[in-house]
């Protein structure tokens, strides 16, 4: 659990969540953005690629995780459970740290809150304690909660020598090739969502259950059928557009005339 020394309100919330489900927690001072130097806030800037330019906040939070990967390193456990201290946490949450013997072989992190946004999931997925585990297909927001392995801990450490990002663009951005760090997986219905996800004009003190809703996720289908469909289509659509440009060409001809133009 991350949280700053000076957020005892933030801590008090979390320690009643776990002390309700049996749990019990491993605190880590979070680093404090307002301690970093302008030499360390500039030397993490440098490093960022998606995100510019990097606020003193997001890289103090960028160095909490990197923090925590780090004794999760250091004690050789295959799994853990990383979170923020601004979480609701789930009633069946504590089935889910009682064992690791649920996480699968090809997992490496398993997001485990919501953004309540809609998502893209693959269609195919386990079953675990009531929920499903399915593969993350599409960005997502927030890494308030999840489960990372000892290799991906090490990986990631690796991987954040010379890269800085937004904790949540690092682990859940759709970078649309192969430089993803790690493979993510979502649990669904959600373990945890963060405070400023809930709707605060209808929240009434803790929730006991979050999750994601039907129209919450959006199961990505198997490919094989549509591909199919579409290598029959091809021809036609391809008719189509030689059509279309044939028509655009002769209808510029006739009312465009190309001019040269000097720039100074």
Known sequence: MINLDRASERRAHMDAQFHRLGVQPIRVPAVDSAELSAAETAHWQSRSQIWKPLTPSQIACFLSHRKVWQLIVEAAEPWAFVCEDDIHLADDFADFVKTWSWCPHEAALIRAETDCLPGQFSFFHRSVFGHRLRRVKSSQLGSAGYFLSLEAAKRLLKFTENCCEPMDCLLFFDRGDKSQPVTAHQIDPALCVQDLRLDLHTRRGFPTQIEMTAD????????????????IHRPFAQATLLSKRAWLRLTLQSVFKIVPIDLP
Do not use: G, L
Request: net charge positive; hydrophobic share 40%.
């Open 216 to 231: 919450m996720t959006d199961p990505v289908r198997p490919r094989f059928p549509a591909k199919i469909w579409r290598e």
